[in-house]
């Protein structure tokens, strides 16, 4: 039953036959704010969603515009429908919201408020990677073009077809893999791709990994180093194909921002949780850097990126797959000193005697 903002224990008669009591469980099933209005604007009824609107939180109506509306709407006799946006002190971004006001008596209007503001978010972000994607993807695209037509034009110069279809092989492998990770990241986004968490070896993804980057490491001549003290029993509750790609992408990362001759450590280790550090000695990261790193198609050097062939999409990837797994992720760094990404995830936490075994089984099914 709904709780009345009149002083009136008694029933509250519209006038034409019901009471405004017969819409509470009604608009409380609604997903919009409600609020049924008397004639001076008092709240006949307020829904509980609607409480913790700022526009009806003071038991009263003071925004001009909206105010603005439900007289149109009373005037007019039929709903008015109008989009705002609105800033509260305690948002970080504009509240974007619809509101629909509608005369439903003589004495009683009812006011809906759809809160907008994370579907326009969404809509901005997927028009922001489609327009980002589309810039990314001309680079190669064009290269690729322009290496085939130069390769058809020199077509008589076997050192040049052999120089020109080595960066075309090169632009292509690039173009595979922007392509790969725009359509894994959408995945991500859209929940394509579920987590499929079980109790696996922690050790198994890093491996995995690492056998993914070697040959990358030694044509960059970076060495890369493991540090696992007694880690080769760490259960951790992940999904293997995607903790994996999580970790060859940061590793990617370390030896792409790394300089010949420099070192990637890999640590795993076990607390309350289960972390895996991936670090570097390499260039660093500045603070202001440190706070957009996640984002899509950032990057810290974007030359060195686009030259070692990287995407601008590897962090993102990473952030979402940590996420997906109930896990954190933060950098320490300093410009010069290199970098340290670290990881933290859930640890199995069965007392099953057989655990481990469980899960080298698992592995090798």
Do not use: C
Request: hydrophobic share 40%; proline share 5%.
């Amino acid at each position: 039953m709904l709780s009345m903002e009149s002083q009136s224990d008694q029933p509250h008669w519209d006038g034409s036959g019901w009471k405004v009591e017969d819409l509470s469980t009604i608009l409380d099933a609604l997903p919009e704010a409600s609020v049924v209005l008397n004639p001076d604007n008092s709240f006949a009824y307020i829904s509980q969603l609607a409480r913790i609107v700022p526009l009806f939180n003071h038991g009263k109506i003071e925004y001009p515009q909206l105010l603005a509306q439900i007289d149109k709407a009373r005037s007019a006799g039929r709903i008015v429908e109008e989009d705002y946006e609105l800033v509260h002190p305690d948002a970080a971004v504009p509240w974007s919201v619809r509101v629909r006001v509608a005369p439903i008596s003589p004495r009683h209007t009812l006011v809906l408020l759809e809160d907008r503001t994370r579907v326009l978010q969404a809509d901005a972000t997927r028009r922001e990677f489609v327009v980002n994607a589309s810039h990314e993807l001309k680079t190669p695209v064009g290269a690729i073009s322009l290496l085939a037509e130069t390769i058809h034009d020199n077509a008589d110069d076997v050192q040049a077809v052999e120089t020109f279809s080595t960066q075309l092989v090169k632009e292509s492998r690039r173009l595979t893999k922007l392509v790969y990770e725009i359509i894994s990241l959408a995945r991500l986004q859209d929940g394509r791709l579920p987590a499929k968490p079980r109790p696996m070896l922690a050790i198994e993804a890093i491996n995995d990994a690492l056998d993914q980057v070697r040959t990358a490491a030694e044509d960059a001549n970076i060495t890369l180093n493991t540090d696992f003290p007694q880690g080769e029993d760490i259960l951790v509750h992940a999904d293997l194909e995607l903790l994996t790609s999580a970790l060859q992408n940061l590793l990617e990362n370390a030896i792409r921002y790394s300089n010949p001759g420099g070192h990637v450590n890999v640590t795993l280790r076990e607390n309350d949780n289960v972390v895996m550090e991936v670090a570097d000695d390499g260039i660093g990261i500045s603070e202001e850097d440190q706070g957009r790193i996640f984002e899509r198609f950032y990057r810290v050097d974007p030359a060195r990126s686009r030259s070692t062939g990287g995407t601008g999409l590897g962090l993102s990837i990473v952030k979402h797959v940590v996420s997906d797994l109930n896990g954190s992720i933060h950098v320490n760094s300093k410009p010069g000193e290199g970098a340290t990404f670290i990881i933290t995830l859930p640890r199995h936490t069965s007392h099953h005697p057989d655990a481990k075994q469980i899960a080298l089984t698992k592995e090798q099914e």
